[in-house]
Each structure stands twice: as C-alpha cells, then as structure tokens.
C-alpha cells in the first residue's frame, strides 16, 4: 500500500500495488479544498482479511474510519461530536477502538472506546471525578492500562489500571515530593480563562499569578503562545505547567 499526498496537501490517496505484476489501483481518497492531514497505516482486522485504521476530518472532526481493503468503503467507528486527539489502542478479540477525547472539555484528555464494527456511541472510561489530561499505554488485549493522569496542580501521577472498569491496581509513580514542592510554588489555583476572537471564535488561556500577588501592584507578564493546528498548549495537566515555568 502507497499513501500519495500532493504538494497542497488537499488530497490524499490510498493505492494497492502489486510489485510483482507493477499494477496499482486506487482504493481510497480524502480530499478537502483546505488540507487533509497524513494518516498513519494502521490495520485492523484478521491477518488474512484486514482493514484500514483512517483518521481524517472527512465529516467535519477528525474521527476514526474503518476502510474496507478491498472496496475502499468507509465505516465511521466513533459517533460522537469530538475530535479523536489520539489511538492508544485496539483489542481485536474484544472489538474495541481505545482513543483519547474530550468533547465538551478541550482543555483536558480522557480515555473513550468505541466498537470496531461501528455500532453505538463511544463511552468514557474514564472516571468522571478524575479532571485533568490523561494518557494510557494499553495492553493487546485491552485488559490493562499503565494510566498517566496530572493536572496543573499534580504531577504525574501512574499507575496500573483495570479496564474497561478503569480500576486502580497498583501505584507506580506517585510523585509525592514533587507535589509538595509544586504546592508551594503554587499557593493559588491556576485561572482559566477565555478570549473572543473572529467570526465568534473563542481561545483558551490559562494564568498564573504570583505568590502573595497584590492587585493593586504592577507585575511583569509572562506569556507562552504557540499551538500549531489541532495542537493545545493550553491544558489542565502538568506538562503544561512545566513549560511554562521553564519559559
């Protein structure tokens, strides 16, 4: 299989060869006016008979596609009104698509399946009393999860998980200490906050303020703004915050 992307990056072909006989055909196009971003080549499926794995924002969000491999057919796998941030895993004996999302929170990451056959809605495993940005290194058989959770606030936290029940085993890296010493650099939450751009755009900020900060005073701003599309540098998680104290 050779995925061809023009220079624009405004179409993006799927095509099956055959070395041997030096044919090719193509099995499968996404095209937008304004840009189609590369896709890696994931399979899914049995050995003998396998699909494609596709991300693309072909419906309007960057959603996972299942493409049949020899009609080039597309099979929407998560329902939902997101984008799908990133694939941790699959479980093929189980059915199950594991992916990273946050449909009604952008400034935070939590772990969603949803089955490979397309049927239903994604469900959240994630706990919902857990805020914050998390990320999974799930096992084949999607039975475990090494969880990295933190927020502003917490460092990362990692520990091994059940799933999908999502229940904490054993506790890797608690980080403590660290916490300790990021309570005392942090005596106040973070604000979150957000800004009104064009055409009824808003974006997301974050801010810091200083220990015992006085608002009648003057202080000098710090500001750190770079995304990149589909990028966020504006998150509920530690990393964030590291960056920002090291900019």
Known sequence: MIEYLDRMQQSNKLMLTDATKGTSRVLFEDTDKAWVDVSPLSWIGSAAEPDLLWLSERDGWLHAWRVDRHTGQTRLLTKFEGDVIAVEGVDLKGGWLYFEASPQEPLRAYLYRARLDGQGSPERLTPADQPGTHAYNIAPDGRWAVHTMSTFSQPNHIEVVSLPEHKAMRTLVGNEELAAKAKALLPTQPEFFTVAVANGV??????????????????????????????????????????????
């Open 202 to 247: 808003t974006l997301d900020g974050w801010m810091i303020k200083p220990p015992n900060f006085d608002a009648t005073k003057k202080y000098p701003v710090l500001t750190y703004v770079y995304g990149e599309p589909a990028n966020a540098t504006v998150r509920d998680s530690w990393a964030d915050c590291a960056t920002c104290f090291t900019r």
